[in-house]
Structure formats: C-alpha cells, structure tokens
C-alpha cells in the first residue's frame, strides 16, 4: 500500500502542474504529457480507498479523516477560484472518495442501510449529467458549482464497484468455465484480484476514450486511456500495508491541499499563470 501510496501521490502532483501549464505559452506539450501520467493516479486511490474500507476497524472515523480534507480543499477553492478567475470549476477528488467510500460501505452492509447507497449514487449521476452537458456545450451550468461536484463523477463510480466486487466476478468467471460450472468456486486470492482490477481498469478507460472519442467536439479527456497503465502498480500489490508511520498517515492526507497550495504559488511566482495577467 505504501508503493502504491507513492505512485499515487507523484503522478498525482504531474497531473495538477500539467493543469496549472495549461493554456501557458510553449507548455501545450508538456502539460499534456504530465496530465497523461496523472491519469494513473486515479484507479490507484480508489483502489486503496476500496481496500481501506474492506479493512478499517473504524469506519467512521476513517470517513471523518477523509472528510475534513474535503472540506479544507473545497474552503481553499473557493477563494482560489474567484482570485484566479476561473468559473467555479473545480471540482474535488476528495469527494469522489468520500461518497465511494460511503457507498461500498453501505452496500457491504448488505442490510437495510443499503438501501441508502441510491442517494451518494444518484447524486453522482446527477454530476456526471452536468459535466457531460457542459462538455458538450462548452459553457457551466451554474446551479451547482464545481467545488461541489464530484471529480471523476461514473466513472469513478464503476471503478469503485468494480474493485470491491473483483471476488463477486473472479467467481462469476470461473464458473463460467465448462470445467468448474459444478463447482462451488471461492476465490479470495489477492493476485487473482489484483488481475481482475487490472482488467476493469484497462476495459474502462477503452471504453471512456472511444466515449470522449465519439463526442461531437475534440476533448483532452481522451488521455483517459493512459490510465491503464495504474493496473501495472496494482497487479504488484501484495495486501499488506506497508510502512504506516502516524507522520507519513498525516502526510499523506494533507499532501493534496499544500501540493495544491505550493504549485499555485510557483506557479504565480514563475508568472505563468496567464489568467492572472501576470
């Protein structure tokens, strides 16, 4: 989980300096080569969002910890965006991770309470509507500002469901083999996981680029198919976690916010941030 950690965060911090290079003179190129690798971060932190979920002896407080990221990022965006002149745009991954995180949780519950997954789902899927029709229209719709919106929006949504019903489609798939269709099939092997997570990663971001691809206007969301390569890392993981130090937990949750922070201020400093008028 460290490694994964790791790869994480550093491709994570490529994507958001290829987005501040965005529409910088002479950076075109590199920006999209940074947004690229970026796109493999992703998978990797709902990967491990799915697995911390299966695994914390604290649900609450883990959603809690998540929580207060989210709600620190959405606080530093708000003045960010007025300052930076853009139009309430962003939208936070933290909340995409939240919301995963809640509906694994409820549907594991497999209880009453599951029921209540149909609300982050459907709200979800209300996000995912806007930013397809903004996409297309090439204009916000106002109604609901970015900073509240969900990142990854379905797509995100599939990947979670995908990674923590793995076992659920391993099993599916062997007995659907003419040799084991008798068999009562359990697998619970993490490599055999670790492949079908693999799998699901790569066939969704086909699937997503021919989408973007088929869209009547050219998009740079067509890099999502560099996200496959997020299956490499995570066919190598192992199940443990790793190094776990209480600074490097902390670390680890604040990182988004301060990367955020220092590349903003590089950036305005390097006076490239053209829609400052630098």
């Not at 940074?34 to 969002?49: K, L, N, Y």
């Not at 989408?211 to 890099?223: A, V």
Request: with cysteine; proline share 3%.
């Amino acid at each position: 989980e460290f490694i994964l950690k790791i790869i994480g965060i550093i491709t994570m911090t490529l994507d958001h300096v290829g987005l501040f290079l965005e529409g910088v003179e002479n950076c075109e190129t590199i920006s999209i080569i940074f947004r690229s690798i970026g796109r493999i971060a992703f998978p990797i932190f709902v990967f491990m969002i799915i697995e911390g979920v299966k695994h914390t002896k604290n649900f609450r407080k883990y959603l809690h910890r998540l929580g207060v990221i989210d709600a620190i990022i959405i606080l530093f965006e708000i003045p960010l965006t007025i300052i930076a002149g853009f139009d309430f745009a962003l939208a936070c991954p933290f909340t995409d991770l939240i919301l995963l995180a809640l509906i694994v949780k409820l549907l594991n519950n497999k209880n009453k309470t599951s029921f209540f997954a149909i609300i982050p789902i459907s709200y979800i899927i209300l996000c995912t509507v806007l930013k397809d029709i903004e996409l297309v229209n090439q204009e916000p719709i106002k109604f609901l500002p970015g900073f509240l919106r969900t990142d990854e929006c379905l797509y995100g949504l599939i990947l979670a469901l995908g990674f923590n019903y793995a076992d659920n489609l391993i099993n599916l798939f062997m007995k659907s083999n003419d040799q084991t269709k008798n068999l009562d099939v359990q697998i619970h092997d993490q490599k055999s996981k670790n492949i079908m997570s693999g799998v699901i990663i790569i066939l969704l971001a086909l699937v997503y680029y021919i989408y973007y691809k088929l869209m009547p206007i050219e998009s740079i969301y067509q890099i999502i198919v560099f996200a496959s390569f997020a299956a490499v890392p995570i066919f190598f993981y192992s199940g443990e976690r790793g190094y776990n130090k209480k600074w490097f937990k902390i670390f680890s949750y604040l990182y988004y916010p301060l990367h955020i922070v220092v590349i903003f201020i590089i950036m305005l400093l390097l006076g490239v941030i053209i829609w400052l008028n630098i």
